[in-house]
């Protein structure tokens, strides 16, 4: 099992193999290619493995631990593989955090390996120690903490299988130094069972045959894709059923891409700045077939206004989501792609519902998304849609939290899988840039286009020092409108324009700090110089910083106020 | 409404962080919970009382309890023909002729005596949770002054009724 590459290099003055060794080794093992990681006294022993091991990983030292996961998962949300993470104890594994939380709400596989003291010191609130067991549990799949090297090959191959298989998450591996620096002879058994985990991928046929048999009877039926049918490589299924049955399909925020945005039969995005047609659609709808979506409030609106006349079918790998928000009345546990194509087969009935597609076609035609664009400036809608033009769609598209978020949800029709990456559930400003350029480790061959706030841009913009040192051509578009936008647009609707500190009215030189880190930099304020700049933009094979003044008074629209119900959006075009 | 709920668990560090972790962080109210080894070398029970709303709120924690990786059965056994028992320590002011008297209450609870001072009777008691509230209830006029209670540990009877005569195990209301 051991490849060579693994082995102490002897040449390094180190003879005997080491705790870390053996990581180094089950890394190789999972095929793992890429690191994404930050060194620190309690993982010096696993550096110094890695060192021994060079040029069997990737790593990319990202300059804040951060900076690290985000990009990791992004690697992982592009890639379908396990995003690795490497950090110190204390102040490294805390830095972890805030991405660790969101790999878990947004069901992201990742392997985060953080040092620990060693273990005779553990719990004696030594230097660098912090209790990342503690700390991690609530926002983990899983976690582990390793105090027996014996056990650590075979943690390392359970904690990539969690990570990876039912619904995927973050699992943490904690290893104290001791452990990752003490000789150790022999190998060891990673044969591993894991009794209460056993996740249930192949449906009740039972729920099938009523779903079935719901679907003849509908003649309001609405598909609503979440991440689920990205993470269970189901798209192709989606569509031949849909398409088949002639079917209309919504999508979560996170389900973009999992049918094609341009699609006929394609609603747009529900939710709370969802499309008309697809929040009258789960409105109006009697039969709501629910895929691999998790009913997030962001979605639903108020409950109780959530399709209320609907049969809720709810196919989902992970139970525990079934029954948690919304009343489901057709629980499918299974894997999305296996309960997709034996759908396909219990189907005897096609619906008849002609009249319902025809409103909601309608629908689509008097109720777009809207925007007015002025004479010279940009709007952040339009530029969204040139940066759609430009790329054909086909780019890679990252963004943090916010409007900017909303817009490129909006206006950047996502026709393909996992080409749209996004903090959903934790809403994580300073994620779309670092999710960039681990996307585009991930995919070097394709464009990447960080689609961030000048805020959340200034969260984690230390890390423009990787795009510089991998000469990765990530395109960071700054959509600036000098505001914490979203912030700013709810003081406008809900607080008599109360502008508490959500105005950026100071400012980096956006240009000059790209320049600063060796990175060409633009700023763009009018339409015609956009034009212009776009193609040149992304034929050049380099990174690039664009400022983007765009007008800062322009809000998300359509959109359901807190604790209004799907049918009562403000904002629709008339 | 009051539920008994059972979980085995792998015995490994942290399992009882994470179940507790996750009861609070979502909400659920813990009336108690016990914990011990169970016949099964590394495997442990654990035995909660919660209190939930309703029963989209009670299949909400067992399907949150059973996909913990280390949790590996999660059982609600409050209408199953169960034994249940908790075991509670009272330290009961008493002088010396109140002892006596004590006693007389103690008795049918088959509740005993394991230690006496000058001024305190300790007593031990084991049972349902309401036979342990009556007595407590009866001893609390001479003055409690310490109250230890395990919590309740259970399990399903060896023999349980057919379907049709089962009726709702009225232990906890």
Redesign the interface.
């Given at each position: 099992m051991v490849k060579t590459e693994a082995k102490p290099d002897t040449s390094t003055g180190n003879k005997t193999k080491t705790g870390a060794d053996l990581l180094v080794e089950s890394l190789i093992n999972e095929n793992v290619t890429t690191i994404f990681g930050y060194p620190g006294g309690a993982v010096l022993p696993i550096y110094d493995a890695l060192y021994r091991a060079k040029g069997s990983f990737d790593h990319i030292l990202n300059r804040h631990e951060q900076g690290a996961i985000h990009a990791a998962e992004g690697y992982a949300r592009v890639s379908g593989k396990p995003g690795v993470v490497i950090a110190t104890s204390g102040p490294g594994a805390t830095n972890l955090v805030t991405g660790i939380a969101d790999a878990m709400m947004d069901s992201l596989p990742l392997v985060i390996f953080t040092g620990q003291v060693a273990r005779g010191v553990i719990g004696t609130d030594a230097f660098q120690e912090s209790d990342v067991?503690?700390i991690t549990?609530?926002i983990t799949?899983?976690?582990y903490?390793v105090?027996d090297v014996r056990d650590l090959p075979r943690t390392v191959k359970e904690a990539f299988h969690?990570a990876s298989t039912g619904r995927p998450g973050p699992v943490v591996v904690d290893i104290p130094k001791d452990i990752s620096a003490n000789p150790v002879e022999g190998t060891f058994d990673t044969d591993f069972h894991?009794?209460?985990?056993q996740p249930t991928t192949k449906p009740n046929p039972l729920q099938l045959k009523k779903l079935a048999e719901a679907l003849a009877k509908a003649k309001k039926p609405v598909v609503l894709a979440g991440a689920g049918v990205l993470m269970g490589k189901a798209s192709e299924e989606l569509r031949s059923l849909v398409e088949h049955y002639q079917l209309p399909v919504t999508t979560t925020l996170l389900g973009l891409g999992s049918f094609p945005g341009n699609h006929k039969l394609s609603l747009g995005m529900a939710g709370m700045h969802g499309t008309y047609a697809a929040n009258t659609a789960i409105y109006e709808c009697d039969l709501l077939i629910n895929i691999g979506a998790r009913f997030d409030d962001r979605l639903t609106g108020n409950l109780e206004k959530f399709a209320p006349d609907a049969t809720v079918a709810h196919i989902d790998i992970?139970?525990?989501e079934i029954?948690?928000n919304v009343?489901t009345h057709i629980p499918i546990v299974a894997d999305s792609k296996v309960a997709l194509t034996m759908l396909g087969d219990h189907i005897k009935e096609a619906p008849q519902h002609k009249e319902w597609l025809n409103r909601l076609y309608d629908n689509k035609i008097q109720y777009p998304l809207w925007y007015n664009t002025p004479d010279e400036e940009m709007v952040p809608q339009w530029l969204i849609e040139e940066v759609y033009n430009v790329t054909g769609g086909n780019a890679i598209i990252t963004t943090d939290v916010g409007q900017h978020q909303m817009w490129a949800a909006q206006y950047y029709a996502f026709d393909q899988p996992n080409r749209w990456v996004t903090s959903g559930g934790l809403g994580t400003m300073g994620f779309g840039f670092p999710a960039a350029l681990g996307a585009q480790l991930a995919k070097p061959n394709d464009t990447v286009v960080a689609v961030v706030g000048d805020g959340g841009f200034q969260m984690t913009l230390q890390e423009l020092s990787i795009l510089q040192e991998r000469q990765l051509p990530v395109k960071v578009l700054i959509v600036n409108n000098g505001a914490l936008g979203m912030v700013r647009q709810w003081q406008e609707s809900f607080y008599e324009q109360r502008y508490s500190e959500s105005l950026l009215d100071v400012q980096p030189d956006f240009v000059k700090l790209a320049e600063a880190y060796g990175i060409k930099g633009m700023k763009i304020e009018k339409q015609t110089d956009l034009v212009n700049a776009l193609p040149d933009l992304f034929e050049y094979d380099g990174p690039v910083v664009v400022d983007c003044r765009v007008l800062q008074q322009e809000n998300v629209y359509p959109m359901i106020a807190p604790g209004k119900g799907i049918n009562e959006m403000i904002g629709v075009k008339r | 409404m009051k539920r008994i709920i059972t979980a085995t668990?792998?015995n490994r560090?942290?399992v009882l962080?994470?179940i507790t972790?996750?009861l609070q962080?979502r909400h659920f109210n813990i009336e108690s919970i016990s914990v011990g080894r169970t016949e099964v070398e590394g495997i442990s029970k654990m035995t909660f009382v919660v209190d939930v709303e309703d029963n989209?709120k009670l299949?909400?924690v067992t399907?949150?309890l059973?996909?913990?990786?280390?949790?590996?059965k999660v059982s609600d056994i409050t209408d199953k023909a169960i034994v249940a028992r908790e075991l509670a320590l009272i330290k009961v002011m008493s002088s010396g002729q109140l002892r006596s008297e004590i006693q007389g209450i103690i008795e049918p609870f088959r509740a005993s005596v394991i230690d006496v001072s000058k001024d305190s009777l300790s007593i031990q008691v084991t049972g349902k949770p309401d036979k342990i509230e009556a007595l407590i209830d009866l001893l609390r006029p001479y003055g409690i002054k310490e109250l230890a209670r395990t919590g309740v540990t259970a399990f399903q009877r060896g023999q349980q009724p057919q379907q049709s005569e089962l009726t709702s195990f009225s232990l906890l209301n």
């Open positions: 067991m503690g549990t609530p799949k899983h976690n903490q105090q969690i894991l009794p209460g985990y992970d139970p525990a029954g948690k009343t | 668990v792998n560090s942290g962080n994470r972790g996750l962080k989209q299949e909400q399907k949150q059973n996909k913990q990786i280390e949790v590996l």
